[in-house]
């Protein structure tokens, strides 16, 4: 065995910068993955049968086949089919917002339903619409209710972000690569690639129990 | 004024409300009483059409309100009703508890709202409150608050689902005393309650339900004194 790190210490901070470029992408697609995903669990609870079908078939879509199919096509197949020359980073943050979104909509669709049903009969009793009765009323305590869930789903997708260094966005994993056939050494850059992650998802583990625990004392 | 006309229910296999008919006047309070699962609440909630009723007719003031082109919750803002379990909004606190639904509904300002909602507030004996989330607030006092949050959007009546039932003993009077204040104000209200005493004392007529019938309905006094129904009488033997 013959680890040298003191070789990649030039790369570090090349390999760092990949924290923001995963993060941001990351971000991004949870907020797309968080506002579509909302509307899909309005589909989904909605007497309307054809808005559930909907929502239930794009669920079953994106859950049910592979993300980095999802990915590919997204990146290679667009630009084939429209002639899109589609970046690698909306690519990204398209696959994986609309992949979260399936998954997202799963948990709003439970935190709504968790809510007390009193809350609708309340509010529909003092006359209130079914807009500002979702809005002001419902989604908030379902938000409540799944802020442990969405911290999970933003941890896994962190995890899962490593996928992106197929289609070539320069994350954390993707630079750990470029560094490593630079060095014609894989094994340093790969294990420092891990720790980062590591570090990351145990920050946002740590944070997502402080959030927890705040709630719980809410309550 | 309320009238129900022919009322009947049905879930599913079981009959919950069978033929109900009666008129709630101006002013008049009614206290509905009852076994458990006789239809107590399935008929007070038909009234806000919270459930449609599978038959029969609704009519406030004059107007039926089962048609299926009713807007319900244009008719809902002039009913405001009271649950056992008060479901008063968890993440407001009192004060936008009670103005919310006036500012939402009706469009009334929020200056306008949370004036009228202090105003209420201090009826029901809340004035210091205001700030307060609903899980810091007891049975008793929750349920004032939703009384207030009820009363808030005017309405012409008021239906109160055994409003005392979810509470401690020592709470009970402090809510019945702001429902009794109420009634001396002339609202029309509807009552199911199991507390006698009080359905003596509050109401103009007593109705009495049973496995979905309306089996009786007389004047308190006579009610209580002499029930005609063989099943009124059981009924009173087993909780008077
Ligand atoms: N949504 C529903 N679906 C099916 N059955 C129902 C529903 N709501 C009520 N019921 C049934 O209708 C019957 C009457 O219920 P209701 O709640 O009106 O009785 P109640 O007189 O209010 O009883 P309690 O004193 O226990 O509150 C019960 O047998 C109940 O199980
Ligand atoms: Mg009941």
Known sequence: ?219 | MIKANNITKVFGESTVLQQITTTIKQGEVVTIIGPSGSGKSTFLRCLNLLEDPTEGQIFLHDQEITLPKTNKLVIRKNIGMVFQHFHLFPHMTVLDNVSYAPQKVKGVSKQEAEKTAKQLLTKVGLTDKEDTYPNRLSGGQKQRVAIARALAMEPSIMLFDEPTSALDPEMVKEVLDVIKDLAQTGMTMVIVTHEMNFAKEVADRVLFLDNGRLVEEAEPTRFFEQPTSERARDFLDKVL
């Open chain 1, 1 to 219: 065995m013959n680890l040298d790190f003191s070789q990649i210490v030039p790369y570090i901070p090349f390999i760092l910068e990949g924290i923001w470029a995963t993060l941001k992408f990351v971000s991004v697609s949870i907020l797309m993955g968080f506002i579509l995903g909302t509307l899909l669990s309005l589909c989904k609870i909605t007497k309307t049968p054809l808005l559930k079908w909907l929502a239930d078939a794009y669920t079953s879509i994106f859950r049910g086949t592979p993300l980095i199919l999802q990915l590919m096509i997204i990146y290679y197949a667009v630009p084939q089919l429209t002639g899109y020359d589609i970046s690698a980073f909306l690519s990204a943050v398209l696959a994986f917002g609309l992949n979260s979104a399936a998954y997202i909509s799963e948990i709003i669709r439970g935190g709504i339903l968790a809510v007390d049903k009193g809350q609708t009969e309340a509010a529909e009793a003092l006359g209130v619409p079914y807009k500002p009765m979702m809005l002001n009323i419902i989604l908030p305590q379902a938000f409540k209710n799944i802020l442990p869930a969405m911290m999970n789903e933003f941890i896994t997708l962190t995890k899962e972000s490593a996928l992106v260094s197929t289609i070539g966005y320069l994350d954390i994993m993707r630079r750990a690569q470029v560094v490593g056939s630079d060095l014609y050494r894989n094994f340093e850059p790969l294990l420092f690639a891990g720790l980062i992650y590591w570090v990351i998802v145990y920050i946002l583990t740590s944070v997502g129990r402080l959030v927890e625990r705040r709630l719980r004392q809410s309550d």
